[in-house]
């Protein structure tokens, strides 16, 4: 709960601009500033992880035939993926250097936040990001190095 409560605190104190709606896929990288975050709220379904097992051939009985299933950890990277290349940066991200530890299981029915926060901008942009579980369990967290192709 203790390092939950500090990344939270790491992602407030700064002057946060939480970008919620609008597209980035324009936004040039002059406009990105350090402290600008996304957020967004995801249910991981048994149908979620059953077609990623799918895609992947990932079929570790964790994942597809426990009592509750454990979401592939790609899946909840590819969530960070997701946020990062259509909301903050945008369009034309790419990464080119990612770390990220997955210190609880996320299950089956969890609802996850997704969030990443820009750390630096200059050519190489920096973030971090995470995913919590229900509120209180950080099942993702990690920080990226991004560049930005003009489109």
């Given amino acids: 709960m203790k390092l ?5 605190g790491i992602l407030k104190n700064h002057s946060v601009k939480t970008w919620k709606v609008r597209s980035f896929a324009n936004t040039a990288i002059n406009n990105l500033r350090e402290g600008d975050q996304v957020s967004v709220l995801k249910v991981i379904t048994n149908d979620d992880i059953r077609k990623f097992a799918e895609l992947t051939g990932d079929h570790n009985p964790i994942h597809t035939e426990s009592a509750r299933n454990i979401a592939h950890g790609a899946l909840l990277n590819g969530l960070i993926s997701g946020l990062i290349g259509t909301k903050l940066p945008g369009a034309g991200t790419i990464v080119v250097e ?4 997955f210190p609880k299981p996320c299950y089956a029915g969890d609802t996850v936040e997704v969030t ?3 750390t630096s901008v200059r050519k190489i942009i920096k973030c971090v990001y995470m995913c919590i579980a229900n509120g209180d369990r950080i099942v993702l967290e990690g920080e990226a190095k991004l560049i930005r192709k003009i489109l």
């Fill in 116 to 118: 990443v926060k820009i």
């Fill in 98 to 101: 990612q770390n990220l530890t």
């Fill in 4 to 8: 939950i409560k500090f990344f939270i």
